[in-house]
Structures are given as C-alpha cells and as structure tokens.
C-alpha cells in the first residue's frame, strides 16, 4: 500500500541553524500538507501546498519557514533560524483531491529537537 | 472557528472489553469529522470519517463512530478492544473553505491482558 514517507526520523539540531524536512509524498497526489505538534498539544496545521504554491498556512508558518516541491517526488518544510519552540513532531500529509472531506494521509512524523 | 475537545488524554481498558472514545467539536456548519490513530512510530492512519448520510460510520479495524449533532459529538468505539488497539486516537474536523484539519489534543489507549 502506498505510504508518505519521512526523513529523518530525528533531528537535533542547534538553536539558530537551518533545517530541511523531507518528505516523499504518496505518489499520485496533489496536495501536500505539513502539520507539527509540540510534546502534550495538538497536532496543529501549518501549510498546504497545490500546484507549486502555498495555497492555505496557519499563523505559525511565518517567514522562517518554507516550504518547497524541488523535484517530483520531495516536498521540504526549511526552518531558516530554529528556535527552543520549533522542537515538536513535525507530520507531512498528501490527498488526491482538495476539500474538507478528503482524507489526508500522514507520514510517520519527524522528531525535531532544538537545543 | 473549529476546535475539537477530546476530553480523555488516558484510558485504560483491559483487553476484550468495550471502548468509548469522546470527541466534541464545534463548528457552525456540517462538519467533516476524522478519526485517525497513530502507533508507536508511525503516520496518522484514518480509522473512519463522516461528512454525510448515515450518522453511524464504519471504520478499518472494527471501529465505528457515530455523529451526534445534538450533543455535538463524534465519539469512536470498539466492542471488544484487541492488545493491538493500543495507540493514541486522534479526533479531527475539517476546516471551513480550506483543507486543513483541527485536531484534538488525543487520547493515549493502554490495554491491559
């Protein structure tokens, strides 16, 4: 059954550095998602992607993220500068099709820790 | 806007008993309503959804759940709970003119032989 996967599974990474995500989505999918949830909250939207551009972000994804579709098969989520609070699970999700009843599926999650 | 209350973060049920899982939403219109569980090491996979039609939805595994508009609710139960059950269940509403979802903060399912 096809799956999304993610890469890494775990990133420790220093205060201030650059980090790239990575994520292949399933392959004949179209729209790709990119979630994160802190240690005991809710897993929370951050950014849709369709068609090589955002189409929907949240109030978190502000400039020190970006998102990015480099060939046909990756999308990265890049955080220019971390900080203590970008340490959380990070999910990217893909669908076939756009709309609030379409079933996003998820990769297992990247563990990103900021020290 | 939407936000989804799962009000147990930890449940314990021994194994071959029933399980109830509480989800209460809030949203102005018809909600799109997800069930996923995610298990040690894993993506979030769907258990079910509801949009429309039948307020009784059968999911993957032996999971139904059923939308009660009155009580504001999308509750997931099972009859008889397996070890393998044991995950965290997540609870989600689809957003409104968007394709994002809210997500409740989860219930932890421990199952003891």
């Known amino acids: 059954e096809p799956e999304v996967t993610q890469t890494p599974s775990h990133q420790v990474t220093q205060m201030g550095q650059e980090v790239i995500l990575r994520c292949v989505p399933i392959s004949n999918h179209l729209y790709f998602y990119w979630y994160r949830q802190i240690l005991g909250q809710k897993v929370e939207f951050l950014v849709s992607f369709y068609n090589n551009e955002i189409s929907e972000k949240s109030e978190i994804f502000d400039d020190q993220f970006s998102v990015e579709r480099p060939d046909g098969s990756n999308f990265t989520l890049k955080i220019r500068s971390t900080k203590l609070e970008d340490s959380a699970m990070y999910f990217c999700?893909?669908?076939?099709?756009?709309?609030?009843?379409?079933?996003?599926?998820f990769g297992p999650g990247t563990r990103l820790l900021v020290l | 806007a939407q936000s989804v209350t799962q009000p147990d973060i930890h449940i314990t049920v021994s194994e071959g008993a029933s399980l109830e899982l509480r989800c209460n939403y809030s949203?102005?219109?018809?909600?799109?309503l997800f069930w996923y569980v995610q298990s040690p090491g894993q993506g979030l996979q769907l258990l079910l959804k509801y949009f429309s039609g039948d307020t009784l939805v059968q999911g993957i595994k032996g999971f139904e759940a059923e939308f009660k508009r009155s009580q504001s609710s999308f509750n997931l139960r099972k009859p008889s709970v397996h070890w393998s059950d044991a995950a965290e269940y997540f609870c989600?509403?689809?957003?409104?003119?968007?394709?994002?979802?809210?997500f409740g903060t989860g219930t932890r399912l421990t199952v003891i032989p």
């Open positions: 989600a509403v689809g957003s409104t003119g968007a394709n994002n979802l809210f």
């Open positions: 999700a893909s669908s076939d099709r756009a709309g609030r009843g379409e079933t996003q599926y």
């Open positions: 949203y102005g219109a018809t909600p799109y």
